[in-house]
Every structure is written in C-alpha cells, then in structure tokens.
C-alpha cells in the first residue's frame, strides 16, 4: 500500500455541493488570524511540495491527479530522501507556536505534526519497506486499482496514465528485492497467499476495465506494461516461495515504546499499555456478560457457545450475500430519520460489490469512498468478501459463520448507515484542507463501531421486528459478537506486539473470548500481525461514548442526541482528543 493516509481511508467527496462549514467554526481570539493564515499557507507547502508527491497513488485516491502517471519511489534511496524531508518538516512544524493559534487551526496543527511524526516512525522503527514482501506487491497493485476503480476520466487517459506506472512497477519489485532484510514467516506467507490474486488481478480485471479503449498504439503499450508487470509479479512470487520463506526469521513485533508512540501519534492517545488492556478487558467481560444474558433468554437449556454455533449457521449463501446486504439499507435510513439519530446529507447509496483480490486475505467487508477532491467518479463501494469459489465447504462455511443476518445488519450499520458511508456524506460540509486530508482511526473506526451499539440502545431491533422478541434478541446477539471480536483486537495488538502473546495464542484468543469462528481468528490474527494498534475500534467507541455522556452532562435537558452526532460531524476525521477540546473547549481526558 502506499505510504500515505490514503492508503486505508478514502476520505470524503462527491459531486454534491455544499456550503462550507467549517472554515473559522472555532471563535477566533483577536491576534490569531494571521497566525492561522501563516500556518495554512505551510500546511499547503508541506501538502504540494512533499506529501502529495511522495504518495502519488493517495494522491489519486483523494482525486488529485496530479500526480496519477506516478508511482512511489520504493527505492532505499527513495526511502532516506524521504525521512530527511520528513525531519525538515517536524521542524517548521513544531516551530509554530500552538499558543498563537485558534482553538480549531491548533487542532490542524496537532494533525499534521503527528502525521509527519507518524510516518517517520513507520519509516524508522516499524520499517514495513525491510520488513514486508505485501508492502511492494499489494502496493503497485494497489496502485493501479485507483486508476481503474473510478471513471475520473476518459478510459484512455487513465489507461495512459497506468502505463506509466506499470512501466515503474518493475522498478519496485526490484527494490523489493534489494530492500527487504529477513522478512518475519507470517509476513512472506501473506504475500504469497495474496500474489496469486494480484496476478490475476492484472491477468484479467485490468484488462477488462480498459476493454472499451479504442487507441490501438496505446493499447499495445499497454499490453506490453501490463505482460511485464505480471512477468516480475510471477517471478516475485517464485523467489520469495524459493529464496525469502525459508529465510523469514524475522519478528513482526514491533515492541512496547513504538506502540505507545503509535498510539499517540496516530490516535492522540498516551494511555499506559496496561491501563488500555484494563479499560478494554472490563468492556469485554460486560460484553461477555451480556452476551450470556441475551443467549439465556433465547434458549435457557443451551450454553452462551451453542446459541452462538446457531446464529453463525443462519447466514445466507455466497451468492445472495451483496443482495442481502443490500436489502438492510431500507429499514436503517428509515431508523435513522424517523428517530431523529442524525441527518443524511444526501440520498445516494453506496454500491455493493465484491472486495478487491489484493484486500481479500485480510479484511471481510470496507467502505470505499470516493476522495474529497473527487468531482466526477462519485460511487462509494461498499465492499464484501466472498468465499472462493474452490475452497471445500467446510472451510466455506466457517468463512460465512461471520455473516449471519443479525451480524449483517451491524456490519451494515457500521460500514454504511450511519457509519463510514454517513460519515463520508458529512465530509463534503468540511471547508478545511488539513481535515479533508489527515485524520484518525479511532474517529473514522470509532464511530462506526459506536454506531453498531448506538442503533441498537435507540429502538433499532424493536422497530425492524416490533412484535418478534427472538429476532430482536438475535439483533443484539450479533451487534455483541462484533463488539466482541473488536475486544479480542484491542488485546491481541498490544499483547502480540509487547510480546506476551504467540499468534497460536491470540487465534485462540479470538475463538474462546471473542467469540470467532477457527477462519476469522486465523484472519484477524494476521492483520494484527501489521495493524497493530487496531484497537482504535472500541478505543474510539469508548472515547465517544464518554464525550457523548460529558456533552450531555454540560447541557442537561437541552441534550439532543441528533444535534450532538450532527455536531460530532463537523469536525472530520480528527483524532476524539482534538474533537473534544473544540465541542467541550476544554484539554478534558479522553477516557
């Protein structure tokens, strides 16, 4: 993946118009307007003159095509010019006092230097260009997917465009090669379960999405970039299978200290290790708790586990399965707006279709939005994955335990109304540069997760099943094996990469508390393996939550529930740090 914020968020944007919002929301003390006017013009610098073209495949996916004929450098050359820029920048950055500053400009500030903090760390100590085989193969195909995905263009200007990169991707692998020192085992088995799908990815997907291209000179070009990156795609896979596995000694963990500045760097969060495994471990046991109360009343003779085999065997069929989900957006939106939980900004639904190849192995369902310079190629993707078509059907039922209708009603909920999707309409209020392109997990995941309970404590189950108690009990068994699994995220991330935990341990770990089938704890599992804080889902849930209830503690009886999610909003995908000291003005603690 590319290095850049876009690599995992495809923030805000559509073609719809609104009036900007937020531009000057934070009352601004006499005196800091030209403060804040300076440190705009820098964040633009660093913006145009180094982010945007160090991440030109972000660049793309945030609609800015400037830069769409280009490719990362991957090369270690590459790398090192890239964290002197970086140091350069944590220098002018820091050098602005956020004193001068307005309360909402400070926050900006606080997003931008920790963006470039972040990605030295990354850089330095994480080091996924020495470390991961996926981070160049996942990477150049990740790459040409943002050129293909979206219509921004004429196909023959995007297919122009791709040619040029596939003409670097070689340059890639090569540094693939040069770059990567002892991969650990997990990370170079990842790569090879994927490889196979890149390289049917450029086999057939791609050419089929310039299919319509009528430039016959380009179409040769084409032809000829694309047979060589899959050439050096089959020869990457073969030496990593001969040459780098048998080698991978590496340790994918990336330790205590990195943790912690990770965590603060990304999420604003400088909570001691062992105080976040408590807060999260309390959160888990009352979710295990009333997850076994909700089962009880189910079915008093079985145990919590074996109303829980029977939830995960009532999933629809590979094939119904985008239908199905589908169908939940009706009795959501009609939720949402009868009970006043929040504004949609717009009518238009996401479109559901099967998850690209190269995010397959490591992730069931995302949302992906369109970026917020987008003006022309406007779907949002609401993204499933599907068993393989090969797999035996044991292995295939286990991979759709995951998606029993009541977890597919709160996967719905969180990919799509009211959370990511919702939460990417509210973009388009945000008249802020720094906003529409950094942010957080912790908000962006958060939130989603957050809306998951959220719904449900508001009436959702008995308003879809208004006289069918068993139904409306299954809703809420399904939103806590979520939840669940969520907590079994938070522990395993610091526990695998602090050392207390072996990936046969927080597999098990996955099954036994948080509630998985064998298949998604395998899964889940390797993504914590190089996603190591995604604790920022019940984080971030836990974060708003506690903002919610000291929001409604400030106002009393003036509390709305759907001004205070609209207000939320407003705010963009800022770490909940920051959102809290512009909605409370106050430095409170976040937890």
Same mark, same amino acid.
């Given at each position: 993946?590319?290095?850049?914020?876009g690599?995992?968020?495809?923030?805000a944007?559509?073609?719809?118009?609104f009036?900007p919002?937020?531009?000057?929301?934070?009352?601004?003390?006499?005196?800091t307007?030209?403060a804040?006017q300076?440190?705009?013009h820098l964040?633009?610098?660093?913006?145009?003159?180094f982010?945007?073209?160090?991440?030109?495949?972000?660049?793309?996916?945030?609609?800015?095509?400037e830069?769409?004929g280009?490719?990362?450098d991957?090369?270690?050359a590459g790398?090192?010019?890239?964290?002197?820029?970086?140091?350069?920048w944590?220098a002018?950055v820091?050098?602005?006092?956020p004193a001068?500053l307005?309360l909402?400009?400070?926050?900006?500030?606080?997003?931008v230097?920790?963006?470039? &903090?972040?990605?030295?760390?990354? $850089?330095? #100590?994480? =080091?996924?260009w020495?470390? @991961? %085989?996926d981070f160049?193969s996942s990477g +150049?195909?990740?790459?040409?997917f943002?050129l293909?995905?979206?219509?921004f263009?004429?196909?023959?200007?995007r297919?122009?465009?791709?040619?040029?990169?596939? &003409?670097q991707?070689p340059?890639? $692998?090569r #540094?693939? =090669?040069?770059?990567?020192k @002892? %991969?650990?085992?997990?990370?170079?088995? +990842?790569?090879?379960?994927?490889?196979?799908?890149?390289?049917?990815f450029?086999?057939h997907?791609?050419?089929s999405?310039?299919a319509d291209?009528?430039?016959?000179a380009?179409k040769k070009?084409?032809?000829?970039?694309?047979?060589?990156?899959i050439?050096v795609?089959?020869?990457?896979?073969?030496?990593?299978?001969?040459?780098?596995?048998?080698?991978?000694?590496?340790?994918?963990?990336?330790?205590?200290r990195v943790?912690?500045e990770?965590?603060?760097?990304?999420?604003?969060?400088?909570l001691?290790?062992?105080?976040?495994?408590?807060?999260d471990?309390?959160?888990?046991?009352?979710?295990q708790a009333?997850f076994?109360?909700?089962?009880?009343?189910?079915?008093p003779?079985?145990t919590p586990?074996?109303?829980?085999a029977?939830?995960?065997?009532d999933?629809?069929?590979?094939d119904?399965?985008?239908?199905?989900?589908r169908?939940?957006?009706?009795?959501?939106?009609?939720f949402i707006q009868?009970?006043?939980i929040i504004?949609?900004?717009?009518?238009v639904r996401?479109t559901?279709e099967?998850?690209?190849?190269?995010?397959?192995?490591?992730?069931f369902?995302?949302?992906?939005?369109p970026?917020?310079?987008?003006t022309?190629?406007?779907?949002a993707?609401f993204?499933?994955?599907?068993p393989?078509?090969?797999?035996?059907?044991?292995?295939?039922?286990?991979?759709m335990?995951?998606?029993?209708y009541?977890v597919?009603?709160?996967?719905?909920?969180?990919?799509?109304?009211?959370g990511h999707?919702?939460?990417?309409?509210w973009m388009?209020?945000?008249?802020?540069?720094?906003?529409?392109l950094?942010?957080?997990?912790?908000?962006a995941e958060g939130?989603?997760h957050y809306?998951?309970?959220?719904?449900?404590?508001?009436g959702l189950?008995?308003?879809?099943?208004p006289?069918?108690r068993r139904?409306?009990?299954l809703?809420r068994?399904?939103?806590?094996?979520?939840?669940?699994?969520r907590?079994?995220?938070f522990i395993?991330?610091?526990?695998?990469?602090?050392?207390?935990?072996?990936?046969?341990?927080?597999?098990?770990?996955?099954?036994?508390?948080?509630?998985?089938s064998p298949?998604?704890g395998?899964?889940?599992?390797k993504?914590g393996?190089?996603?190591?804080?995604?604790?920022?889902?019940t984080?971030?849930?836990?974060?708003?939550?506690?903002?919610r209830?000291d929001?409604e503690?400030?106002?009393?009886?003036?509390?709305n529930?759907?001004?205070f999610?609209?207000?939320?909003?407003?705010?963009?995908?800022?770490p909940?740090a920051?959102?809290?000291?512009?909605?409370?003005?106050?430095?409170?603690p976040?937890?």
């Open positions: 993946m590319t290095r850049g914020w690599k995992r968020w495809h923030l944007a559509c073609a719809l118009v009036a919002l937020l531009a000057g929301a934070a009352t601004k003390p006499a005196g307007a030209a804040d300076a440190f705009a964040a633009d610098q660093y913006f145009d003159t982010y945007l073209p160090t991440n030109p495949s972000a660049a793309t996916s945030y609609g800015i095509h830069y769409d280009k490719l990362e991957f090369s270690r790398i090192d010019a890239e964290v002197k820029a970086l140091e350069s944590k002018r820091g050098a602005v006092d001068s307005s909402y400009v400070r926050g900006d500030r606080d997003l230097l920790n963006n470039i &903090r972040s990605s030295l760390l990354t $850089l330095q #100590a994480i =080091r996924p020495e470390k @991961n %085989p160049y +150049i195909t990740s790459s040409a943002t293909m995905e979206r219509r263009a004429p196909p023959e200007t297919l122009r465009d791709l040619v040029s990169r596939e &003409r991707m340059g890639a $692998l #540094a693939a =090669r040069a770059n990567l @002892n %991969p650990p085992k997990i990370y170079t088995e +990842i790569a090879l379960e994927q490889l196979p799908g890149l390289i049917q450029f086999r997907d791609v050419p999405a310039f291209v009528g430039d016959a380009l070009e084409f032809t000829e970039s694309n047979e060589a990156v050439k795609l089959g020869e990457y896979q073969a030496w990593l299978k001969k040459d780098v596995l048998p080698k991978s000694h590496g340790d994918f963990r990336i330790g205590a943790f912690r990770k965590l603060e760097y990304d999420e604003m969060v400088d001691p290790l062992d105080k976040l495994i408590a807060l471990e309390a959160n888990m046991k009352a979710n009333e076994a109360k909700v089962a009880k009343e189910l079915d003779g079985k586990r074996e109303v829980l029977e939830l995960a065997a999933h629809p069929q590979p119904e399965l985008l239908d199905t989900f169908s939940t957006f009706d009795s959501l939106i009609g009868d009970r006043h504004t949609i900004p717009s009518t996401p559901l099967e998850t690209p190849p190269f995010m397959r192995a490591t992730t369902a995302s949302m992906d939005t970026g917020p310079y987008e022309k190629a406007t779907t993707y993204n499933v994955t599907l393989d078509k090969d797999w035996p059907k044991q292995r295939a039922d286990e991979f335990a995951q998606f029993s009541p597919i009603t709160s996967v719905a909920t969180h990919e799509a109304y009211p999707y919702v939460q990417f309409l388009h209020k945000v008249d802020d540069r720094v906003r529409k950094l942010g957080s997990a912790t908000n939130w989603a809306c998951e309970q959220m719904m449900l404590d508001e189950a008995q308003y879809e099943f006289h069918d139904q409306q009990l809703l068994l399904g939103q806590l094996q979520d939840a669940l699994l907590n079994a995220r395993v991330g610091i526990k695998l990469h602090t050392g207390q935990m072996t990936l046969d341990q927080a597999k098990k770990f996955f099954v036994e508390e948080g509630y998985q298949a998604v395998e899964v889940e599992t993504r393996t190089s996603d190591p804080t995604y604790l920022y889902y984080l971030g849930k836990l974060e708003i939550l506690k903002l209830a929001v503690r400030k106002e009393g009886a003036d509390f529930l759907e001004k999610h609209d207000d939320f909003m407003q705010h963009g995908f800022a909940i920051i959102v809290r000291r512009e909605m409370l003005q106050d430095d409170s976040v937890l």
